[in-house]
């Protein structure tokens, strides 16, 4: 029960947003993390990096609490797969509602992935979080997922006026349409 | 034009004296050892033979040997009288020093089906026939074989090396569907080989109508790097004699075959540099007889063509070129593809382009945009806008690059890919198009969003002209023909699209619901940014004209919080086209009012929209009533009471007090200080906005305010 | 075909830093005599290598000096040969424990060859490894080829042989002369190939000392108390913000730990190649039922690990994440094999 992860456990500290990256050994969380702290935000940001979930046990109660998850799927490595999945499980309901998603990365070479696209796609769809492509090879590429994953944090975090992650998933269509890509 | 023996001889004896003559002798006696019947063909101890075989093999790796050489060692060796290690050396040897007469090759094919010479004789001859093929003086006596070439497939030891050798020759005549079947037995009986894919992949590129097996696409060669030392050598000794010869006379260079020889590399170069493959038409290589060529006259090959007068006067003879992406070099070559009527076309076309897009795109292995990417997104964006239909083959790129699109590869050649895409069922639209996109739209700056707005825009634009007029059109074909399919054939099309039975009102309606959505949302996100709202309102400037332009049967308005936004928002801009805005959609339904009492049900929905926003207008602008409606008219009368100042707070968005047009009004006061009448100033007011071409108010003022109605 | 072609060939091998301190390693050419002026640093090393040729033309160059010079390059640039190593036997009741003596030896091994080869036989001696050049001659003008010659080096106070590719119509009589010169009885084939000669010593020599074992090797264990040099201690791995918090520091430090437990802090030996040949029977049989009863037949499987260093790799395999730990005993212990092709088969585990 208390390996569950939650938002609500704990108030935060005025003005902070604090995004927790999931992912297995070797899929740039790092990269990724410091891209993020790079980019001047109006808000504080922590980052926290974890190789899967449950977080091993707080001792000095110290960890903030977390507004964001981002689980990192690298598809060339089945293990960063198989790790999110496990991890998914600890999340406390509250973050599925647009305080969590998947970055996928490596999706465009389909010659080195081990994972197949679909599997990321239907662990997104049972978990209505949304699903980010990206990659952190180039400066550019790695800014451009930063950016977008701190827009999300942003909203997540309550720091834009009137708008939640529920509004802007409320002008999302679902007609479960089945055709093979 | 080849040389005879006699005078490379000379040649080569003025250039260089003795030393150059005496070898010349030594090789002339070494090769009448081998076309002697009467020389031994032992192998141990036979000194002359092994002199023999020496002085060939100096003398072809040094300079070369000349066709006639050439051709009597070819013809010795299919004797089939020396042993095996003596053929090998000689085949090894059989170095061109320009070029290789095509009897040689002749002999050489013709010595595949001999029964005295071996196995591996036989795929020496034909790794060699690989490697010179570039140099046969005439292509088409070789190509004339190609049948006979294409049974050796059978034999296990030769496969490899003839489907390399039928991968060079391939044009597209020599496709044919037992051809095909004939590749798919044997890659039944050996599995999945490369070399056969190869050959396979060839094909499909001729006429994909013909080969349905789905090649796994990507960067692979398909053969390996063989015989590299040998292809080294024969390469070494053509440039040295291209050289030689460039010194010696330039003028006999333009007839030399060597040059020919060059002609070929180059495309292959350039292949690899360019997207689209360079115009080639299969008469390039014929050496036609005159009498054959008289009866072909009547077609000319793209390649002869200067000129769009000559395109003009000649496009029914015209040849169409090997590779059909060719086409896509010149827009004028557009007209070609759609007027010919040979329906192999199309998917010809197809292939290619979903080869290219998952090669340079899906499959590219570095991150970051790859420039043949971008250029040849250029060309289908640029084909697609002269056809003014969509390709399938990009509808379903797109839909599987979408899904993995990071919002900054290649942004605008996708966005613009994006606006042709053709009408179909929203459901389908919504997960294949909009879902991937809204998520990027949500999480991306407020640049990109507006880009987005100006994509769905043009789509709609798209649709709504061209698109479904089509669709429209097909459905009436059909039921004029009363054929009950679900799909309907779009046959006004070079690419036969097919769609299903859809109701295209309906997906209009929802897409712009959609963009209403996702615009409301995103203004708040962006905190009402001015470019954005500006994108906002000219997405809804076309949507007004659904009626009344493109005969859709239906009204679609803006939300309330654009409408809202836009009026209250600090831009004098926004609220003028606001105003137009109403002023359009007001027309609109006038125009629906009068047509016909078809329209009643909708005109019942919308018209009380509608008219509250007209309402609205009026009581921010010129009733000075801006809250009158609203619902905290308590909280107003208690901020009326305890601050003074705000007293006029109804009135604050009147058109003499709203901040938006403060900069006018103020100007208008500094000019015109003698006007003193509410009424006078607002007029005033009005016609310097009319003159700042911001005349959405005055439009609206005259239409819907009673003191300023038009009489 | 002659000498002067060898020599090109041989000096062309060389990089051109390497001359200025080959040369005088082998001390037939001698820069500044008889007008051979080198200039290291402009001429390019073809102008170097036509230079040098000249004047050993001149001089006279037979093909002993060329074979000494090859001996060089073969010492200096070790890593470009595929080695194998040997280890020879049966030494007991021999004269093993005195020293080789290089010139004895050099004598009996080229009587020995004598009785098989045609050959030319070249020793060098360096820092107690023995160098042989040994170019078997087949044919006419095969002296002058590179394709038939012999490298072995043979680290004199042991029972270890590495040589290069040897064909294999030779072999066994190679082997035969080198075990009779050096006084034993038989000569074992180690499971042991790769281009790091240095590497492959170290585990054939130090067999038992790999792993942590080496720190005692190279003596890290004894820190004099006294020393006031103390290590630093380990900053925690590379994060530069105090904003960014890893969560598994705890355990990543406890796999570094338990991959230095078993690998140690030093550098590991350079392989290349790993490979496992299974030659047991199919016993996945859950998976595939249609197997189980094939139970008896053997079921050949090899798996193969290959890269620039392959056990080096395996260690990262660790603190990378991407394995398990610990790692099972064929991997974790690699290092104390001087193995790197293990045969798994049915009943020795």
Request: aromatic letters at 8%; a positive charge; charged letters at 20%.
């Amino acid at each position: 029960m208390s390996k569950l992860l939650s938002t609500f456990n704990k108030v935060s500290a005025p003005n902070t947003a604090t995004v927790l990256l999931v992912g297995a050994e070797g899929t740039s969380k790092h990269k990724l993390a410091e891209a993020m702290l790079n980019i001047d935000t109006d808000f504080n940001l922590n980052m926290l990096t974890a190789s899967s979930l449950p977080l091993p046990k707080d001792e000095s109660d110290s960890r903030p609490p977390v507004n964001f998850v981002v689980f990192v799927i690298d598809l060339s490595n089945v293990l960063s797969m198989t790790i999110v999945e496990s991890s998914v499980k600890y999340l406390d309901v509250d973050y599925f509602l647009g305080r969590c998603c998947f970055v996928v990365m490596k999706a465009e070479d389909p010659d080195n992935q081990n994972v197949e696209m679909m599997a990321v796609t239907g662990l997104s769809d049972v978990y209505q979080s949304p699903m980010l492509c990206g990659d952190v090879k180039t400066i550019r590429n790695c800014q451009c997922l930063a950016r977008k994953l701190l827009s999300m944090v942003e909203i997540a975090g309550g720091f834009k006026f009137g708008v939640t992650p529920l509004l802007i998933d409320a002008t999302r269509n679902t007609f479960n349409f089945e055709e093979e890509l | 034009m080849p040389l005879t023996e006699n005078d490379q001889q000379k040649q080569q004896a003025s250039k260089s004296g003795n030393g150059k003559k005496k070898t010349l002798v030594a090789l002339r006696n070494a090769i009448t050892y081998f076309t002697d019947a009467r020389s031994s063909a032992k192998y141990r101890g036979n000194l002359n033979l092994h002199l023999a075989l020496e002085n060939i093999e100096q003398s072809s790796r040094s300079s070369g040997l000349t066709p006639p050489h050439i051709l009597k060692l070819v013809k010795s060796i299919t004797t089939g009288k020396w042993t095996e290690i003596v053929s090998s050396r000689l085949i090894r040897s059989l170095i061109p020093a320009a070029h290789v007469p095509h009897n040689a090759v002749v002999f050489a094919v013709s010595s595949l089906s001999a029964k005295n010479i071996s196995d591996n004789m036989k795929c020496l001859f034909v790794r060699w026939m690989v490697l010179i093929y570039e140099y046969v003086d005439n292509k088409d006596t070789l190509h004339s074989l190609y049948g006979i070439l294409f049974l050796f497939l059978d034999s296990d030891i030769l496969c490899v090396h003839i489907c390399r050798l039928l991968y060079l020759m391939t044009q597209r005549g020599d496709v044919k569907q037992y051809r095909v079947r004939k590749l798919l037995d044997i890659q039944s009986k050996v599995g999945v080989q490369p070399h056969i894919m190869a050959l396979l992949s060839v094909y499909k590129l001729y006429s994909p109508n013909m080969v349905t097996v789905s090649s796994r696409i990507g960067n692979q060669s398909y053969f390996k790097q063989s015989d590299q030392k040998w292809a080294q050598i024969i390469h070494l000794v053509q440039e040295k004699n291209k050289r030689l010869n460039e010194d010696e006379d330039e003028a006999e260079d333009a007839n030399e075959p060597s040059s020919r020889a060059l002609d070929v590399h180059q495309p292959r170069k350039r292949r690899k540099l360019d997207v689209i493959p360079v115009l080639e038409t299969i008469d390039r290589n014929e050496r036609v007889p005159q009498s054959v060529k008289s009866l072909r006259k009547r077609m000319v090959p793209l390649e002869q063509i200067e000129n769009f007068k000559q395109l003009l006067q000649n496009i029914d003879v015209v040849v169409l070129p090997n590779r059909i992406a060719s086409i896509l070099q010149s827009p004028h070559l557009y007209h070609v593809l759609t007027l010919f009527p040979d329906k192999t076309i199309a998917p010809r076309l197809s292939y290619w382009i979903h080869v290219s897009l998952y090669r340079e795109i899906i499959a590219y292995p570095k991150s970051g945009e790859n420039p043949k990417a971008t250029a040849l997104l250029q060309v289908i964006t640029d084909f697609t806008d002269h056809l003014q239909e969509s390709i399938p083959v990009c509808e379903w790129f797109l839909n599987q690059y979408l899904h993995t699109w990071n919002g900054l590869d290649y942004r605008i050649h996708i966005l613009n890919l994006i606006t042709r895409m053709p009408i179909c069922s929203f459901e389908k639209m919504n997960d294949l198009l909009l879902e991937p996109l809204r998520k990027l739209y949500f999480c991306s700056g407020v640049y990109f969003k507006c880009l987005l707005l100006w994509c769905f825009t043009e789509l709609l634009r798209n649709l709504m002209s061209v698109e479904v007029p089509r669709h429209r059109r097909a459905v009436a074909k059909q039921q004029e023909t009363n054929i009950a399919e679900s799909t309907i054939l779009l046959n006004d099309t070079i690419f036969g699209q097919q769609t299903e039975q859809i109701s295209t009102d309906n997906t209009i309606v929802e897409f712009i619901n959609f963009v209403d959505n996702i615009c409301v949302v995103g203004l708040q996100v962006e905190k009402n940014n001015a470019l954005l709202m500006s994108y906002v309102l000219d997405f809804f400037h076309v949507t007004s004209g659904l009626y009344s332009r493109h005969g859709f049967k239906f009204l679609q308005l803006p939300s309330s919080p654009i409408v809202k936004r836009a009026l209250y928002g600090n831009s004098a801009v926004f609220v003028s086209k606001i105003n137009e805005l109403l002023c359009r959609y007001s027309d609109e339904v006038n125009l629906m009012k009068e047509s016909q009492a078809e329209y009643v049900d909708i005109l019942k929905e919308k018209i009380p929209i509608m008219n509250n926003y007209v309402l609205c207008v009026c009581n921010a602008l010129w009733q000075s009533k801006a809250f009158k409606n609203a619902k905290f008219q308590s909280t107003l009368s208690a901020i009326e009471t305890y601050l003074p100042s705000s007293r006029r707070a109804n009135a604050s968005f009147s058109v003499l007090l709203h901040p938006a047009l403060q900069m006018f009004v103020k100007k208008q006061q500094e000019l015109n200080q003698t006007h003193s009448t509410p009424r006078t100033r607002e007029l005033a007011i009005l016609n310097s906005l009319k003159s700042h071409d911001l005349d959405g108010i005055y439009t609206f003022a005259t239409t819907f305010v009673g003191r300023y109605a038009r009489k | 075909m002659d000498v002067l072609f060898l020599l090109r060939k041989v000096l062309n091998r060389f990089r051109k830093a390497d001359f200025e301190i080959v040369l005088p390693e082998w001390g037939f050419v001698v820069i500044g005599e008889e007008g051979l002026h080198l200039d290291f640093n402009r001429a390019t090393k073809a102008v170097i290598v036509s230079r040098i040729t000249e004047y050993c033309k001149r001089k006279n160059i037979t093909l002993d000096d060329v074979a000494e010079l090859d001996l060089i390059y073969n010492h200096w640039h070790q890593n470009n040969r595929n080695w194998q190593v040997y280890r020879l036997t049966g030494a007991e009741g021999m004269k093993k424990d005195a020293p080789i003596v290089p010139p004895d030896f050099e004598f009996t091994l080229r009587k020995q060859l004598s009785f098989y080869f045609r050959h030319d036989l070249h020793m060098m001696k360096k820092e107690d490894w023995i160098w042989l050049r040994i170019c078997l001659k087949e044919g006419v003008g095969s002296e002058f080829s590179l394709n038939n010659v012999v490298y072995i080096m043979h680290p004199s106070d042991s029972l270890n042989v590495f040589t290069s590719t040897i064909k294999k119509s030779y072999k066994q009589y190679l082997l035969q002369a080198l075990v009779l010169s050096l006084h034993c009885t038989k000569i074992k084939e180690l499971e042991l190939t790769g281009r790091h000669l240095r590497s492959l010593a170290d585990m054939v020599l130090h067999q038992h000392s790999q792993g942590v074992m080496s720190r005692y090797r190279y003596n890290q264990v004894d820190e004099s108390p006294l020393s006031c040099f103390r290590k630093r201690k380990e900053s925690p791995p590379d994060i530069s913000d105090d904003r960014l918090i890893c969560e598994n520091t705890k355990e990543k430090r406890a796999r570094l730990s338990q991959t230095q437990e078993t690998f140690g802090q030093n550098k590991q030996p350079v392989v290349q190649k790993l490979t496992y040949k299974l030659v047991t029977g199919f016993h996945a049989n859950e998976y595939v039922p249609g197997m189980a009863d094939g139970d008896t037949n053997v079921f050949h499987c090899t798996v193969k690990f290959a890269g620039t260093s392959v056990i080096e790799g395996i260690r990262q395999l660790g603190p990378a994440g991407l394995a398990k730990l610990p790692l099972p005993s064929h991997l974790g212990n690699i290092h104390s094999l001087a193995k790197n092709c293990m045969i798994i088969s049915e009943g020795n585990h």
